[in-house]
């Protein structure tokens, strides 16, 4: 059981624009601001997004992080077939002193 | 570029000690805190230990307090994790990441780690 909420699945097809969200409690994002990982197929994580909606350089512009209130999310716009992986969103815990992550969010490109 | 190379890892009997080690090149090691963290076979991500830049300052996950210890060598590049009284559950790939503030940014490669009899 995973301290980060998200949906197991999510899908769409070439070209259109998926969300992912990500819940948890004010000890951890409501504090803390969340950072977005891409684990593609047999690979390790890689750094997708940080401090909610930072993109490190070399990351797409596809790929974009908000925060609604105490809700982050994921945006990927334009979807391709090399987007497909799991995401993982993570955040500091106050009260776990430790990062904690959700459980991952397997994208499917149809 | 940031490169992290994991090894140490195989397989190991319930009960008995593994060390990984990490060694870390492309930045400036001593100025960063270091994470372990795991996956277990088709499962999701899970935080491990934590290490400060000068290694004064260790967290733990509550799942391996007391049984893991990380650790770090500033003159070697090389980030540590001894781990004692495995158990089948501690079976996952381990990661080592490079600590941007409090959480991950960049991750090696990562260790097998599979406890069985």
């Known amino acids: 059981q995973s301290v980060l909420t998200q949906p197991p699945s999510a899908s769409g097809t070439p070209g259109q624009r998926v969300t992912i969200s990500c819940s948890g409690s004010s000890s951890n994002i409501g504090s803390n601001t969340v950072n977005w990982y891409q684990q593609l197929p047999g690979t390790a994580p890689k750094l997708l997004i940080y401090s909610n909606n930072r993109r490190p350089s070399g990351v797409p512009d596809r790929f974009s992080g908000s925060m609604s209130g105490t809700s982050p999310s994921l945006a990927i716009s334009g979807l391709q077939s090399e987007d497909e992986a799991d995401y993982y969103c993570a955040a500091w815990d106050d009260s776990l002193n430790g990062p904690v992550f959700g459980g991952g969010t397997k994208l499917t490109v149809l | ?117």
């Not at chain 2, 899970?46 to 210890?69: C, H, M, P, Q």
Request: net charge positive; aromatic share 12%; proline share 3%.
């Open chain 2, 1 to 117: 570029q940031v490169h992290l190379v994991e090894s140490g890892g195989g397989v190991v009997q319930p009960g008995k000690s593994l060390r990984l080690s990490c060694a870390a090149s492309g930045f400036t090691f001593s100025t960063y805190g270091m994470h372990w963290v795991r996956q277990a076979p088709g499962k999701g991500l899970e935080w491990v230990a934590l290490i400060s830049y000068d290694g004064s300052n260790k967290k733990y996950a509550d799942s391996v307090k007391g049984r893991f210890t990380i650790s770090r060598d500033n003159s070697k590049n090389t980030l540590y994790l001894q781990m004692n009284s495995l158990r089948p559950e501690d079976t996952a790939v381990y990661y080592c990441a490079k600590g941007d503030g409090t959480l991950p940014d960049f991750w090696g490669q990562g260790a097998l780690v599979a406890v069985s009899s």
